[in-house]
């Protein structure tokens, strides 16, 4: 059937298109689909013991991607950006919609990969598609996923509930993406050859730490929780707003990878590119003093390694401190000490 289509999306029309793309995506076996692609809307049953999260990111072109883009590599990361939030909400993601804007002039080659990105990612994670809309795109492609996932009947895991002294976790290393992008924008050289696969693949395919959050939240072992996709510093403030709270974050904690450090061991001033780079996709949460054993066990059990970075305190601001116990200030021009 396949090779049939024609080369550009022009000639397929757009119902061929949704059975021969789309369609596809349904995964037998995921829960709570009562009815998926084919109708108005979707039928989907949430169990009375849980609550349903919703979310939606876009993927704009010349906004987050480029015509050019691995179109298999942005079907996993239109997925996993979601998984992500409904992650750092302490849910089982399950069901997804699909909107997408494309240019008649579309390769159809450029949907073939797209879609098997999808779908090697909502495999993996066992998310079904269940509809979505197609549209035609006078200048270029949009795509966005609206993803639904259940969580416990009032543990879903907020941005707003940090308390003072709360110790402030991550998941995983941090700075990896932001290093990737400025590896494949040229701004870094020398860097070495599995170095710089390891950094840009962080950033193509962040690995959304939903058996993480799930764990957290069946457990109620974390308070202030947010994914970390505008930058550590940023999303740590995104917790202090929430919560009327001020944090202490120690900059010699962070974990890093290893490809990081080196980089980092060479040139001491990427600090700043790490604590305000984006796309982690790590979780960052807080966590009471007396809960701080059992996410250790929870992290343990899970297979996710964790990290204490810092602390809540009280007042507004994120106080970053170094490792020599200086005070930093982040600007959006560089950073400087006191
Ligand atoms: P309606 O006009 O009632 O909104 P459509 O004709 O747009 O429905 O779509 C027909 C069916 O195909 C719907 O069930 C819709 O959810 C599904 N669909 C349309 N576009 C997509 C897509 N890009 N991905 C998945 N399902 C889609
Ligand atoms: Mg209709």
Redesign the pocket.
């Known amino acids: 059937m396949k090779e049939e289509i024609a080369t550009t999306l022009a000639s397929v029309g757009e119902f061929p298109l949704?059975r021969e793309f789309?369609q596809p995506l349904r995964l037998e076996g995921v829960a709570g689909v009562v009815a998926g692609?084919?109708?108005?809307a979707a039928v989907l049953a949430v169990p009375r013991t849980q609550q349903l999260l919703a979310t939606v990111d876009a993927l704009i072109e010349g906004i987050h991607f480029s015509a050019t883009d691995d179109p298999f590599l942005l079907g996993e990361k239109a997925l996993r950006v979601n998984l992500s939030d409904i992650a750092a909400m302490g849910g089982r993601p399950n069901w997804y919609l699909?909107?997408?804007g494309l240019p008649g002039e579309t390769p159809s080659q450029w949907l073939t990969e797209f879609t098997r990105g999808l779908r090697g990612c909502g495999e993996r994670f066992g998310v079904t598609?269940v509809?979505?809309?197609?549209t035609g795109s006078p200048s270029g492609r949009t795509i966005h996923v609206t993803m639904f996932g259940l969580v416990g009947q009032g543990r879903a895991l907020t941005r707003g509930v940090a308390e003072v002294g709360d110790r402030i976790f991550v998941t995983g290393t941090i700075g990896d993406a932001t290093l990737g992008l400025a590896v494949r924008q040229g701004g870094l050289i020398g860097v070495d050859e599995a170095d710089r696969r390891y950094l840009e693949g962080r950033l193509d395919l962040p690995e959304p730490r939903v058996d993480m959050g799930v764990a957290l939240a069946d457990a109620a072992a974390a308070r202030g929780v947010i994914d970390v996709s505008d930058g550590l510093v940023a999303d740590l403030g995104h917790i202090c707003t929430a919560s009327g709270k001020g944090a202490r974050l120690d900059v010699g904690r962070i974990p890093l990878s290893e490809a990081a450090r080196r980089l980092v061991l060479r040139d001491p001033a990427l600090m700043r590119r790490i604590l305000t780079g984006g796309e982690d996709y790590e979780l960052l949460f807080t966590v009471a003093p007396g809960a701080v054993e059992m996410v250790h066990t929870l992290s343990g059990r899970v297979g996710v390694p964790v990290t204490e970075i810092g602390e809540i305190v009280a007042g507004a601001e994120v106080e970053v401190v170094a490792a020599d116990g200086e005070r930093l200030v982040l600007e959006q021009g560089g950073w400087r000490h006191f």
Do not use: Q
């Open positions: 949704i789309f692609i084919g109708d108005d699909l909107s997408v598609i509809g979505g809309n197609t």
